[in-house]
């Protein structure tokens, strides 16, 4: 069942909550792949009922970056979601969701801002004002469909610990379910980015990849330094490769990881033929 309108998705949450049904949302922005649908299963074996969310949010974009390219394939998402047995894609027009004009200025939309030492690192270092509008937007999913679980995926590792915290700090009656990257054959984590990328781009992508378990390998072998393990990186950089960031933080609190250990994620972030790739590996895990 698709619906547009937020009326229409209270009105079948409200059956379902008097039934006492267990509800899960995936949070999608669409352009659906095997990572979304690997999402949408755990859902399916965790809750009774399934709401994919399908929508490009306007407010987590900045000025240069690609909101008016970014795919869009509505179609192909709803039959993918039947087909995987989904009770309802919710996909809201941006004027639904914010009101007249869709994209809104800071003054007359109310915003959640998590604490700044979440989001001064990694993405949100060069994508200022991103997790407000991510945190707005997934405050406002939840608080339309009233999930019992929430369904994230890992590679957006900052993401899912910034929402941690603000359904946390917030009081927000869900949990937060992370699940594993999703990647492709050759080791490219799933990406609705990935289709700007030709396919030699694809090959100069899989360095992200290589990186990352190449520092796990290290990690595993003892070396625990950060710096030292960073600058195993450069041997699989050329001049195709863009490094934004290589960091190691804590998986729970985001702070910095001088000395890595077993409960530290390492994320990067890169620009192939100028489309901005993030990938994440956990060193405690196997």
């Known amino acids: 069942m698709l619906l547009n309108k937020i009326e229409e998705i209270k009105k079948n949450i409200k059956v379902w909550k008097k039934e006492g049904l267990t509800i899960g949302l995936v949070p999608t922005m669409g352009a659906l792949h095997a990572g979304h649908l ?3 299963k755990k859902a399916k074996e965790t809750c009774d009922r399934v709401v994919v969310s399908v929508f490009v ?4 974009f900045g000025p240069a970056e690609d909101y008016d390219k970014y795919p869009r394939t509505l179609e192909a998402d709803e039959k993918l979601c039947k087909e995987n047995g989904v009770d309802i894609v919710f996909a809201p ?3 639904e969701m914010y009101g007249d004009g869709g994209r809104l200025s800071n003054d007359i939309l109310t915003y959640v801002c998590p604490p700044f030492f979440y989001v001064n690192k990694l993405c949100g270092k060069t994508r200022v004002g991103h997790f407000d509008g991510v945190c707005t937007v997934v405050l406002k999913l939840l608080n339309i469909v009233q999930p019992d679980y929430a369904f994230f995926g890992q590679k957006d590792a900052q993401q899912v610990i910034i929402v941690k915290k603000m359904v946390k700090d917030l009081n927000v009656p869900v949990k937060i379910i992370q699940c594993p ?11 609705s980015r990935n289709k700007y990328l030709t396919e030699e781009g694809k090959k100069d992508a899989l360095a992200l990849g290589k990186i990352l378990n190449n520092i796990k390998a290290c990690y595993k072998k003892g ?3 950060s710096v030292a393990l960073r600058e195993t990186a450069y041997a699989y950089l050329s001049e195709k490769h863009d490094l934004e960031y290589l960091e190691f933080v804590d998986r729970d609190t985001l702070e910095d990881r001088t000395i890595a250990d077993n409960n530290t994620v390492v994320l990067i972030a890169c620009r192939v033929e100028n489309v901005r790739l993030i990938d994440n590996i956990y060193l405690g895990e196997n």
């Not at 990257?181 to 990406?191: F, K, M, P, Q, W």
């Open 223 to 225: 070396i625990t330094d």
């Open 181 to 191: 990257i999703i990647r492709e054959e050759s080791g490219l984590a799933l990406s």
């Open 38 to 40: 690997s999402l949408i």
């Open 93 to 95: 027009a941006p004027k």
């Open 57 to 60: 949010n306007p407010i987590q």
